[in-house]
């Protein structure tokens, strides 16, 4: 099936360093959506992102819906040991079929 | 935020046996619910879109006499994997749209995680 491009594929980065990661895409979405898979759990939303050029924050974490309509960004600030794991985008033109990026795995070295 | 509930998390079976996995959504009325499969490493890969009251939408390579798909309200969809084989063995994640007032997002179930011996 279908996949988006997501980058870095993994990452080992210092406690306390900031993180950024992005997602590209063939075509225009009108939503992208990030999510944070623990091993062996189900995909938890981080951030939902409706508008081109949409800035977002949750806590240390802050998404942008980019310009093009094709991509996406997720930065982490102050990383801390719990923030590992794997990090996915998702987005969708509009029929709520999400495709998938192919994941950031993160790891945090305290 | 909005839950979703899949059951069981895991299970074993024997293979050329059939299993079911519930998805529900415990607190909004979801009209499509989504099934993905994941193997390890990888990303999700949808599987199946489950229409309230309507045939599923299979993705392209995907068996539907084999992966059942019904959506009998709008609070469960299951999926039964029928004569599973050991290639069946995979995380199984639903996820469900709510019908409104939770924005144009998905909400994940738990996944389940199904060996086939």
């Known amino acids: 099936g279908q996949q988006l491009n997501q980058s870095p594929q993994s990452m080992f980065i210092q406690e306390g360093e900031d993180v950024s990661m992005n997602c590209t895409s063939s075509?225009?979405?009108?939503?992208w959506l990030w999510y944070k898979q623990d091993p062996g759990e189900g995909p938890v939303l981080l951030i939902a992102?409706?508008?081109?050029?949409e800035l977002t924050s949750n806590g240390r974490l802050t998404a942008q819906f980019g310009i093009t309509r094709k991509d996406s960004f997720l930065n982490i600030s102050a990383s801390i040991p719990s923030d590992v794991g794997i990090y996915f985008c998702?987005?969708?033109?509009?029929?709520?079929?999400?495709?998938f990026g192919t994941g950031t795995r993160l790891k945090v070295l305290a | 935020g909005a839950v979703v509930s899949q059951h069981p998390s895991w299970v074993i079976c024997k293979s050329g046996t059939s299993v079911k996995i519930e998805c529900r959504s415990l607190?909004?009325?979801?009209?499509?619910m989504f099934w993905y499969r994941q193997f390890p490493k990888q990303s999700l890969m949808l599987m199946a879109t489950?229409?309230?009251?309507?045939?599923?939408?299979?993705e392209q390579g995907v068996e539907k006499d084999k992966f059942l798909i019904n959506h009998a309200s709008l609070t469960l969809s299951t999926l039964t994997v029928t004569s599973a084989h050991p290639e069946d063995s995979s995380f199984y994640i639903c996820?469900?749209?709510?019908?409104?007032?939770?924005?144009?997002?998905?909400?994940f179930g738990e996944g389940s995680w199904l060996t086939v011996v």
């Open positions: 996820s469900a749209r709510a019908r409104q007032g939770f924005g144009n997002t998905i909400y």
């Open positions: 607190d909004f009325q979801a009209t499509t």
């Open positions: 489950s229409n309230e009251g309507s045939k599923a939408t299979y």
């Open positions: 075509s225009i979405f009108n939503t």
């Open positions: 998702a987005g969708t033109s509009g029929t709520y079929k999400y495709i």
């Open positions: 992102l409706y508008k081109a050029g």
